[in-house]
Nanobody, 119 residues
């Protein structure tokens, strides 16, 4: 079982930066793939970025590629999402998610943290 708690959201002007954190419980955190998703008002939840547990490889959505970086600190059971050059369209609730590598779908979710980018 994994429990996830996000933090670091807030209000920022366009062009600014935010660093989201996700603290995970569980002794096997390091063996889980971790990801960030987001959901804007009136839209479906969408994938943002993923980091694999094995080799630390990362994947990004085209909408954030080049502006964001996902990382993890297995010793602290924490995954981060650094977001730069923020745009108003990045406004959304950001969710941290976890799954075992053998699973296809993310099945552990945090409560989310609000990110609002003003123009």
């Amino acid at each position: 079982q994994v429990q996830l708690v996000e933090s670091g959201g807030g209000l920022v002007q366009a062009g600014g930066s935010l660093r989201l954190s996700c603290a995970a419980s569980g002794r096997t955190f390091s063996t889980y793939d971790m990801a960030w998703f987001r959901q804007a008002p009136g839209k479906e939840r969408e994938f943002v970025a993923q980091i694999r547990w094995g080799d630390g490889s990362t994947i990004y959505a085209d909408s954030v590629k080049g502006r964001s970086a996902i990382s993890r600190d297995n010793a602290k059971n924490t995954v981060f999402l650094q977001m730069n050059s923020l745009k108003p369209e990045d406004t959304a609730v950001y969710y941290c998610a976890a799954k075992r590598t053998s699973q296809y779908h993310y099945n552990y979710w945090g409560q989310g943290t609000q990110v609002t980018v003003s123009s």
